[in-house]
């Protein structure tokens, strides 16, 4: 059930950027819960702070375009889909935690995630706030996430994300 496939499109950059100079990648992700049914996502991804890509969803409405084509039609067809689940995935999880920990809605979860590149190093980063307070910090030396306030929904949430390789090795 916890199952959250948190991918990221940097991973797919990272080829395409090695041996080059140093880049970052910074993916933003704004997901509005007015409750547990109505949800609202808008986010971007930036590389070297130029835009890439852009995402928007009302009411179920999906759409998320590539400014630059990074990807072969084919290609991006099926980050699309893969999106459209991650979405889908993340939205069941915050409820899921939510509904635990009897955390009261609206909510606003902010995500900024992605990776400094650079020729023998790369650096990933996620960092959660909610309700515009920092929430949770993925470290990624250590493969953990780590609770950014003292309060039992944010042990509780890191502690569950740290249970799944689909929320740590393999983010
Ligand atoms: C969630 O909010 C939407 C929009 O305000 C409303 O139409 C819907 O009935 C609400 N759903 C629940 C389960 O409260
Ligand atoms: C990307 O989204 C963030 C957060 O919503 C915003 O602050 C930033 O201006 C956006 N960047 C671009 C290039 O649109
Ligand atoms: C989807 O997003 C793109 C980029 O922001 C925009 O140009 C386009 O009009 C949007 N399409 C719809 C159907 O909203
Ligand atoms: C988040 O903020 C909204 C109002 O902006 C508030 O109603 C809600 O209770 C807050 N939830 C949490 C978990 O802080
Ligand atoms: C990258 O490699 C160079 C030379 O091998 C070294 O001087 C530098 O410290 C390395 N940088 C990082 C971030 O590891
Ligand atoms: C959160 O975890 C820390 C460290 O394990 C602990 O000291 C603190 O009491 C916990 N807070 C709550 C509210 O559970
Ligand atoms: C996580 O991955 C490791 C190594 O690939 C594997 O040994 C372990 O069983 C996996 N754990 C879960 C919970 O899937």
């Not at 890439?52 to 630059?68: A, D, P, R, Y």
Request: charged share 15%; glycine share 4%.
């Amino acid at each position: 059930m916890l199952v959250l496939q948190i991918f990221l499109l940097p991973w797919a950059l990272r080829c395409w950027a090695y041996g080059v100079d140093s880049h970052v990648f910074t993916i933003t992700q704004l997901a509005c819960f007015l409750n547990s049914t109505s949800v609202e996502f808008v986010g971007n991804a930036t590389l070297d702070g130029t835009l890439t890509h852009s995402l928007e969803s009302h009411n179920g409405q999906f759409n998320v375009s590539q400014m630059w084509p990074l990807e072969t039609p084919d290609a991006w067809e099926q980050r699309q889909s893969k999106l459209q689940d991650y979405l889908n995935n993340f939205k069941l999880l915050v409820n899921l935690l939510a509904n635990e920990k009897a955390v009261s809605y609206p909510l606003h979860v902010h995500g900024t995630k992605g990776c400094q590149l650079s020729k023998n190093d790369t650096n990933r980063f996620y960092e959660i706030l909610l309700n515009g307070t920092k929430f949770l910090t993925f470290h990624a030396t250590r493969n953990l996430w780590m609770p950014l306030q003292g309060t039992s929904a944010a042990n509780y949430t890191s502690q569950k994300l740290n249970e799944f390789n689909q929320t740590t090795t393999n983010l």
